[in-house]
């Protein structure tokens, strides 16, 4: 199941995900990944949080990042959330590769019993029927 964050630039959203972060990790049966862009999140969220710079590695696509997405869970098939803040600072702002990598994230938490939250900073009047079927 996949989760979206949508608003302006200055409208709460990092202090949503970073509170829905904190709860996750008091309820959550499994592990809870954040990937960010940068190093922003480090103080804000509980210690037990892998945090995931995907600056750090080099993730610039929305294929890189689904490439990292199968790498973690690969490598941890306990892993219950995933957060991703920042979308479109990793992936770039092409509404239709958004479009068809959240449709991927639809198919992918699916397949792997995973919660994906996902953060975007854009006007949610401009958002897609894809984007809006998430929110």
């Known amino acids: ?42 103080y804000d969220i509980n210690y037990r ?3 995931v710079d995907a600056k750090q590695y080099g993730i610039v696509s929305a294929d890189l990042l689904k490439g990292l997405l199968c790498g973690l869970h690969a490598g941890n098939f306990d892993i219950t959330n995933v957060y991703i803040d920042g979308l479109y ?14 449709t991927w994230c639809d198919a992918f938490s699916a397949a792997n019993d995973m ?11 401009e958002a897609s029927e894809t984007v809006k079927k998430y929110l």
Do not use: Q, W, Y
């Open 49 to 51: 949080v892998r945090l």
């Open 89 to 102: 600072k990793i992936i770039g702002r092409d509404k239709a590769v958004c479009d068809e990598f959240l």
């Open 1 to 42: 199941m996949i989760h979206l964050i949508l608003g302006l630039k200055g409208s709460g959203k990092t202090k949503t995900m970073i509170d829905s972060i904190n709860e996750a990790v008091a309820t959550a049966s499994g592990d809870v990944v954040c990937i960010e862009f940068g190093n922003n999140l480090t």
């Open 115 to 125: 919660n994906l939250t996902l953060l975007i900073s854009d006007d949610p009047s």
